[in-house]
């Protein structure tokens, strides 16, 4: 399974961003799909999951209300859409895969800059 990320740029504060995440491969495998993220000198976080199947979402407490993740299994892709930016939000996003058998991929990363 390949993951390309796309959508990542410069945005002002208050402002939206919507990423998009392209899946090829083994699609098949695939039970969830997720996006995490890494400030500089930060780990890595969870910030939202998406089920496959059910399309069951899960986020964390800091983009909830803001943030939508969604997924189109038609075009196997994935979405996070970020509104009301905050600069604690800059960070680089990754896609994030795990088959049925909890094997993760991870795509490169696209970096979201919230500039106040």
């Known amino acids: 399974v390949q993951l390309v990320e796309s959508g990542g740029g410069l945005v002002q504060v208050g402002g939206s961003q919507r990423l998009s995440c392209a899946a090829s491969?083994?699609?098949?495998?695939?039970?969830?799909m997720g996006w995490y993220r890494q400030a500089p000198g930060k780990q890595r976080e969870l910030v939202a999951t998406?089920?496959?199947?059910?399309?069951?979402?899960n986020y964390a407490d800091s983009v909830k209300g803001r943030f939508t993740i969604s997924r189109d299994n038609g075009k196997n892709r994935m979405y996070l859409q970020m509104n009301s930016l905050k600069p604690e939000d800059t960070a680089v996003y990754y896609c994030?895969?795990?088959?049925?058998?909890?094997?993760?991929?991870w795509g490169q990363g696209t970096q979201v800059t919230v500039s106040s």
């Open positions: 994030h895969a795990v088959r049925t058998d909890e094997y993760v991929y």
């Open positions: 491969g083994s699609i098949f495998s695939i039970k969830a």
């Open positions: 998406i089920s496959r199947t059910s399309g069951t979402t």
